[in-house]
């Protein structure tokens, strides 16, 4: 969520058996918080993080992450591992 339908959170399982998962903001106007829950993405247990486009880490996740400030009209890209 994002408060806005503007956002879009996408996963994706990668042939390793890791999951890509995608904050996708399509406000052109404004940078937006997005955040997601691993139930709400079908997931449990405890996930690494790694930030695909910065490629750097982001610690771990056991139930929400958010993802502060995502540019208006762009993606933000997360690898999860167990």
Known sequence: TCGSTECE???RQLASGHWAVELVNR???AAHSITFT???????GTWNMRDL????SLGTISSS??????????AEMILLTP
């Open 9 to 11: 959170v996408w996963l």
């Open 27 to 29: 406000d052109t106007t």
């Open 38 to 44: 691993l139930s709400s993405l079908g997931l449990t």
């Open 53 to 56: 486009w910065a490629h750097a």
């Open 65 to 74: 992450y958010t993802f502060t400030n995502v540019p208006s009209y762009t």
